[in-house]
């Protein structure tokens, strides 16, 4: 409370008759997280990390349901600044869902990400879609299921919310809003092109989805690549890292994190029982898994060393990329 008091302080300051300071100093760097929710009964929600800029504000993913929308809006509210950017770190929809919404209010507002979407919205989105319709066909969709499914179609079929106005091709150093930042693009990680956020100003790193806290969402991850961008944020000099779902971590906490995946990986390459990888990752990652999750973050574990980290036509399809199916 005290910094966005400071911050509107700033912003009062700034409308007065002096000369405009460099625009550099004119804002509070420091990052604020709007942590992503994921009740049991629904898809999580991504964090959102709002970067104030001279131009306005940076939002970093904007979520899946309107209830997280409203605490973006919200923000933008009481510091008074429009959202002038939005940067989506991959093409989820528990990180872009809200794209739409926020540019309702703010159609000015750019999308920087990469293009990796495209392939999603041949490959991967149409899938998912004949998933819901049947769900939903078959009656047996719970009224939060529906409401997802309906939230998600809504975002697929509106391309003109998702795909970039600002596509990021490379990893360098972006001007967003005015503000300085280095964009990291990472292929074939939690999806074809991942994109990361180093802030130098902060010490910060943006991870997106490369670091989940609970367990990595494998769903359209490529292990090996996955792996290899895990290595460049740790080459970066860091003094905290927010993830894409969870808790900011320190750089200590995130070499925890690294060495309980990079566990993971090599226990799904080995001959090892599923099982013991599925318990290897829930005694490495402890800390990370909120009390009483346990059990259904041990159903994800399953799922993922099955269906994608043991399977040749999972690598086939995430390390290379997405097409029509
Ligand atoms: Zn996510």
Same mark, same amino acid.
């Given at each position: 409370?005290?910094? #966005?008091?400071?911050?509107?302080? /700033?912003?009062?300051a700034?409308?007065?008759?002096?000369?405009?300071?460099?625009?550099? /100093?004119?804002?509070?760097p420091?990052? /604020?997280?709007?942590?992503?929710?994921?009740?049991?009964?629904? @898809?999580?929600?991504?964090?959102s990390?709002?970067?104030?800029?001279?131009? @306005?504000?940076?939002v970093?993913?904007?979520?899946?349901?309107?209830?997280?929308?409203? &605490?973006?809006?919200?923000?933008?509210? !009481?510091?008074?600044?429009?959202?002038?950017?939005?940067?989506? #770190?991959?093409?989820?929809?528990?990180?872009?869902?809200?794209?739409?919404?926020?540019?309702?209010?703010?159609?000015?507002?750019?999308?920087?990400?990469?293009?990796?979407?495209?392939?999603?919205?041949?490959g991967?989105?149409?899938?998912?879609?004949a998933?819901?319709?049947?769900?939903?066909?078959s009656? &047996?969709?719970?009224?939060?299921?529906?409401?997802?499914?309906?939230?998600?179609?809504?975002?697929?079929?509106?391309?003109?919310? *998702?795909?970039? /106005?600002?596509?990021?091709?490379?990893?360098?150093?972006?001007?967003?809003?005015?503000?300085?930042?280095?964009?990291?693009?990472?292929?074939?990680?939690?999806?074809?092109?991942? *994109?990361?956020?180093?802030?130098?100003?902060?010490?910060?790193?943006?991870?997106?989805?490369?670091?989940? !806290?609970?367990?990595?969402f494998?769903?359209?991850?490529?292990?090996?690549?996955?792996r290899?961008?895990? @290595?460049?944020?740790?080459?970066?000099?860091?003094?905290?890292?927010?993830?894409?779902?969870?808790?900011?971590?320190?750089?200590?906490?995130?070499?925890?994190?690294?060495?309980?995946?990079?566990?993971?990986l090599?226990?799904?390459?080995?001959?090892?029982? @599923?099982?013991?990888?599925?318990?290897?990752?829930?005694?490495g990652?402890?800390?990370?898994?909120?009390a009483?999750?346990?059990?259904?973050?041990?159903?994800?574990?399953?799922?993922?060393?099955?269906?994608?980290?043991r399977?040749?036509?999972?690598?086939?399809?995430f390390?290379?990329p997405?097409?029509?199916?």
């Open positions: 409370m005290e910094r #966005t008091l400071a911050v509107i302080a /700033t912003l009062v700034c409308r007065g008759s002096q000369p405009a300071a460099p625009a550099h /100093t004119a804002y509070d420091m990052p /604020t997280v709007i942590a992503g929710a994921f009740p049991p009964d629904r @898809g999580p929600d991504g964090n990390v709002v970067l104030r800029a001279p131009r @306005g504000l940076i970093v993913d904007t979520g899946r349901h309107p209830a997280h929308q409203d &605490k973006l809006l919200a923000f933008a509210h !009481a510091v008074g600044a429009p959202i002038a950017a939005i940067v989506n #770190t991959h093409w989820h929809l528990d990180h872009t869902g809200g794209n739409a919404r926020l540019r309702a209010v703010y159609p000015g507002a750019e999308i920087v990400a990469t293009r990796a979407v495209e392939g999603a919205l041949v991967f989105f149409p899938n998912g879609r998933q819901g319709d049947a769900l939903i066909a009656g &047996k969709a719970t009224p939060q299921q529906i409401e997802d499914i309906r939230l998600g179609r809504a975002a697929v079929d509106d391309t003109r919310n *998702l795909l970039p /106005t600002r596509p990021i091709a490379r990893t360098g150093a972006v001007d967003i809003a005015g503000r300085p930042l280095e964009l990291h693009v990472a292929p074939f990680a939690a999806t074809e092109a991942d *994109l990361w956020i180093y802030d130098a100003a902060t010490q910060t790193v943006i991870a997106g989805d490369l670091v989940v !806290a609970e367990v990595p494998f769903d359209s991850g490529c292990p090996q690549g996955w290899a961008a895990l @290595g460049e944020i740790a080459a970066t000099p860091f003094v905290r890292l927010i993830p894409g779902h969870g808790e900011p971590m320190t750089r200590d906490a995130f070499a925890r994190w690294r060495a309980a995946f990079d566990a993971l090599d226990c799904a390459a080995s001959t090892a029982d @599923g099982a013991t990888c599925v318990a290897g990752w829930r005694t990652a402890a800390g990370f898994i909120p009483g999750d346990e059990a259904r973050i041990d159903e994800y574990t399953t799922y993922y060393v099955t269906e994608i980290l399977s040749p036509a999972a690598h086939e399809r390390c290379h997405l097409r029509a199916e």
